[in-house]
């Protein structure tokens, strides 16, 4: 069976750092981009941001650049999003993803989507 | 950055009704780019649509999905109850994701 399966919730102080992960199994974790998607009652689902594990090639959302870090290890089918200081802000559901690209019989491209999802990590930043 | 906006913001429906949900996008979007996703509370978002048009595995075909360049729509044609849900559009050009805000779908 095709997963990703995300670490527990965590409760955390504003100001200390956390590194959430995201395992992923039953496929070839270096062929999907995994990308890294916050969900908050006032803004919906953003996406924070992508990254190849093969090589651990990243694209940012400006928005999240330089506040969160997303990094993978391959050897361990596993990607990772970090802060080094959170903010109450932070506190949100955070889920991984893993994206699908399908092709026609031709070769072009037919879509490119999110089709495998993490059960989501609850961070709850409070002092 | 592309802004996806969507309409209704929420949408109260009966069961069996038909539902038509849009998303427009602030510059044109290939197709291919766009896809649709329902989102249930205390569960993971699920694809719905892929492309645009196409459905994702095990999805019923009264989920259908259309448009292009700027404007995009999801129907569904009949609701079912576990059909009442919120609803993501949400596009993949490079360098910078977007989703839509999102359209509430309740029981009327």
């Known amino acids: 069976e095709v997963q990703l399966v995300q670490s527990g919730a965590e409760v955390k102080k504003p100001g200390e750092s956390l590194k959430i992960s995201c395992k992923g199994s039953?496929?070839?974790?270096?062929?999907?981009?995994i990308g890294w998607v916050r969900q908050t009652p006032g803004k919906g689902l953003e996406w924070m941001g992508i990254?190849?594990?093969?090589?651990?090639?990243?694209t940012y959302n400006p928005s999240f650049q330089g506040q969160v870090t997303i990094s993978a290890d391959k050897y361990i089918t596993t990607a990772y999003l970090q802060w080094s200081s959170l903010k109450a802000s932070d506190t949100a559901i955070y889920y991984c993803?893993?994206?699908?690209?399908?092709?026609?019989?031709?070769?072009?491209?037919?879509?490119?989507?999110?089709?495998?999802w993490g059960q989501g990590t609850m961070v709850t930043v409070s002092s | 950055e592309i802004v996806l906006t969507q309409s209704p913001g929420t949408l109260s429906l009966s069961p069996g009704e038909r539902a038509t949900l849009s998303c427009r996008a602030s510059?044109?979007?290939?197709?291919?780019?766009l896809a649709w996703y329902q989102h249930k509370p205390g569960q993971a978002p699920r694809l719905l649509m892929y492309?645009?048009?196409y459905r994702a595995t095990g999805i019923p075909d009264r989920f259908s999905g259309s448009g292009s360049e700027t404007d995009f729509a999801l129907t569904i044609s009949r609701l079912e109850p576990e059909d009442f849900a919120v609803y993501y559009c949400?596009?993949?050009?490079?360098?910078?994701?977007?989703f839509g805000q999102g359209t509430k779908l309740e029981i009327k």
């Open positions: 993803a893993r994206q699908d690209t399908s092709y026609y019989a031709s070769g072009s491209q037919k879509g490119v989507a999110f089709d495998i």
């Open positions: 039953g496929y070839t974790f270096t062929n999907y981009w």
């Open positions: 990254i190849y594990p093969d090589d651990s090639h990243t």
């Open positions: 510059q044109s979007v290939t197709s291919k780019y």
């Open positions: 492309g645009a048009s």
């Open positions: 949400q596009q993949s050009r490079r360098p910078m994701y977007t």
